[in-house]
């Protein structure tokens, strides 16, 4: 298989995208394709080896969803960007196509913007998705729950449009977790069936091909992790821990002289907002440090607290971890995440009175009681990269010998 040119689109919401990504384009890189990576995503989220030989470009390519606190979103503030992205859909459909003529692209990959997908079928290259949703769904979720107001007409034709950019790619290809994809699966569940829920599962749409986890490596001990937080070693042996993690997005104003159940420690990711909480009172509070790497943070404690994401859910379910989670209102992603910790992995929910109550000790004595992962029998692969990047490489080599042969 000769070299590829890969233009990869990766959304800067949230660390998710950008750490799957990471690890799709790393797997690219080895198998000697060369790939531009457009994003507006923290460097930090993809691993040092990618950041040396993929080519990234700083540049905005979607709306920007907007979250006050890591658990809600500003329904009115995310439409109006999405109006305003809209806006310059011109200028960038002519900038992009424009680039990826430049750079000689032979497909474009997308976790999971929609504006590329069209960028691409107009100068003749393939568009592949690899994602667990696609962003339409998502605008329409914000207006699902009864307490929110219904979508402006001008909204539901914002949204129609992302439905119809997106059904200009060729392929999806689409991890575990997953939603309905309007463009693909109009009459599908909200959260379809999928091997990672049900063993056997078959996609609606032959445009759609199930892929398994896109995990992080674990790279370091319990022990080590303990150590350079600063754990006292008797501690180590003799309490559990508990990982509070919400993918450094903000959280509620929290005083942290929260309950913990008897010989339990917390761990947090600090989050810009909380940042003063590194003097915290408490000796069962340990702030990790934001340069840590989150799956050996996740491999090392004994349950996790946070917020249904791909990355925290694929590594709890990596490392057998039960996982508290406490849910997003109008944030629909949740449920095919739901879903894939129930069948795959283990789950409680907390209620958001209950985190900001600091009423944290019945939901972690529950999670501690549960395995973490389901049985042999159901797992699905960790191999979720590996077999990306080879069915990109095999579809858009094919796509190509058939243009040369035709």
């Not at 693909?184 to 999928?194: C, G, I, N, V």
Request: net charge negative.
């Amino acid at each position: 298989v000769s070299s590829l040119v890969v233009a990869f689109y990766c959304s800067g919401h949230g660390w998710g995208h950008a750490t799957r990504s990471s690890q799709v384009v790393g797997q690219l890189l080895a198998l000697g394709h060369q790939v531009y990576v457009t994003t507006t995503a923290a460097e930090q989220a993809f691993d040092q080896s990618v950041r040396e030989q993929a080519k990234f470009r700083n540049k905005s390519i979607e709306g920007k969803i907007v979250q006050p606190l890591a658990y809600s979103v500003d329904v009115d503030m995310s439409m109006q960007n999405l109006e305003a992205f809209h806006q310059s859909r011109g200028a960038l459909l002519t900038e992009e196509q424009d680039w990826l003529k430049q750079i000689k692209a032979d497909c474009v990959v997308c976790d999971a913007l929609h504006l590329p997908c069209v960028v691409a079928k107009a100068i003749g290259i393939p568009t592949i998705l690899s994602t667990n949703f696609t962003f339409d769904q998502i605008y329409l979720g914000f207006f699902l729950p009864s307490h929110v107001r219904p979508p402006t007409s001008s909204e539901t034709a914002l949204i129609t449009r992302v439905t119809e950019d997106y059904s200009c790619a060729d392929l999806v290809l689409r991890c575990p977790g997953a939603i309905r994809m309007p463009a693909f699966e109009p009459d599908a569940p909200l959260a379809p069936p999928s091997p990672s829920t049900i063993p056997g599962a078959v996609p609606q749409s032959d445009k759609i091909v199930d892929v398994p986890f896109i995990t992080r490596p674990f790279m370091r001990s319990r022990e080590q992790v303990l150590e350079e937080i600063g754990i006292p070693k008797d501690m180590v042996a003799s309490h559990r821990f508990l990982l509070l993690t919400f993918g450094f997005q903000n959280l509620a104003s929290l005083d942290w002289s929260c309950e913990l159940p008897p010989g339990w420690c917390c761990i947090y990711t600090k989050p810009p907002s909380i940042s003063h909480l590194q003097a915290t009172s408490s000796s069962f509070f340990y702030p990790a440090s934001t340069e840590m790497y989150i799956p050996d943070l996740v491999r090392a404690c004994d349950v996790v607290l946070g917020k249904l994401g791909y990355g925290t859910c694929s590594e709890c379910i990596a490392a057998c971890k039960p996982m508290i989670y406490v849910p997003r209102d109008g944030f629909v992603e949740e449920e095919g995440l739901k879903a894939m910790m129930v069948a795959q992995g283990s789950c409680v929910a907390m209620t958001r009175e209950d985190f900001e109550g600091r009423h944290w000790t019945p939901s972690i004595l529950e999670a501690s009681s549960l395995r973490g992962r389901c049985g042999e029998d159901r797992r699905v692969p960790l191999t979720g990269a590996e077999v990306v990047a080879s069915k990109i490489t095999q579809y858009v080599s094919q796509k190509k010998a058939s243009i040369h042969s035709g």
